[in-house]
């Protein structure tokens, strides 16, 4: 049942109870003028007509049809206290009938019962005009239908002005409680924004948390990463200090080859001394064999120390590939926290060229020190070489008191592979000069990867102080959160 309809059934029920008022009070005036005759005849109308309108009132919903039901009911009343009993104060009832109706603020129930009430007011009066108005002319029968009328013109025109009164107040009530409807749908819009903020508070809470405990396994392992990078620097200074040795350790190889090539030609020349010189030339035989042996356990060290850099530089990529992954991780955390994860993701993104960078030159060192190895390799064969020419000239020199006279012929073979023994020297000069090279390289890159590490730990730890600062701030949204709740 809408507001209209309730009104309307609480007017039922005030009408209702005026018509039994003035039903009851009706009575006591008939009683009280022994009107017994007329008594029966109100007394029954008005107990039926009142028992309709009590049922239709309090055991229906036929709010409306009740409404005429009144109407009708206090019209026929009127009506039989006019015919069976006509006087002044019964005829004026039907005055009392137009306010009555008028409760009802309906402008076409107003018109209605007013042309009833006109319509009553001339043929009460024709009716017994004697009992109603004593010594009255017949014109005031007009009159009075004219204030009947007049009336409720009146009273309709009031109706009408309170139907808009209370069109435009149902219209502000509407408007009101829809109003207070969106107020109550925004409210809850507010308190599920404030839960699901909540929620996503909490959630990026303990994203920011993980990302938190990553910044700092960072931290950790780009310490790490600048004590190996630092180890690897002295490890590569060692390097090119060993390197540095062993160039000079050719450059001797290189002065004695030159000296044993002077050597075997003097003995060309010597040739007719024989024996002393022989002894001579053992004697250098064995210093050019000890050189060779020192040169090849060089070269061999050489080559170790080439296998440890291809460690070391295993473990630079692993590393490398570790701060890409990890980069990487970042960029993806850094995109769902999205807004706030701006600067982060420019950190990862940096933090991703530099891995980049540093495996693309690991790469190239690996590339550079795997050509090493197999120079190292060749030298150590050349060496192998010479070390079986020292062998030969021995078995030429222990065989020469018996073959003195091919002495000459053997000297030349002797000169022919001490060239190439020079020539392989020099090759072998060249390859360590460009190993000290490379090696200064790597020093340089490493020392240039330990200072972006360095300065990229102290990024990470700014940058996890930012995070604290964050998980700090969605705090206090939370309890804010909280607090719309």
Known sequence: MDESTKML???NQLMFKIMAFVLIADIVLLVIRSSFATLGIVFSAGLVLMSGCYFLIYKTEKVRLTMYLMTSSMFALVAAL??????VVNYNTIFFVLVLISLYQNSKLMMAGGSVAATFAGLFYIWDPADVFVNAPTKYVFYIVLLVILITTILTTVSRLNESIMRDFKAK???ANELTEQSQRSLEKMKEAAGLIDEFSSSLNARIQQTNEIMINFSSSFQEMETSLEDQSQSTVDINSSVE???????TITDESEEMLMIATETQNASQTGN???LKLNDEIEKVSDIISKSSKTIEELNTSSTDILSFLDVIKDISEQTNLLALNASIEAARAGEEGKGFSVVAEEIKKLASRSQQMTENITEIVSNLQIESQRASQNAQQGQDVVKVSENAAGRVSEEFKNISAYIERFNLKSENITTLVNDLKSASSEI???INNVSSITEE???AVKDLSGSIETQSDQLNQIVEDFQELENQTKNLK
């Open 436 to 438: 000290v090279s490379q």
């Open 9 to 11: 059934n609480l007017r």
């Open 82 to 87: 006019n015919v069976f009993q006509s006087n």
């Open 245 to 251: 040795q062993s160039d000079q350790s050719i450059q």
């Open 449 to 451: 990867n330990t200072s």
């Open 173 to 175: 009530k509407d408007e």
């Open 276 to 278: 002393s010189e022989v």
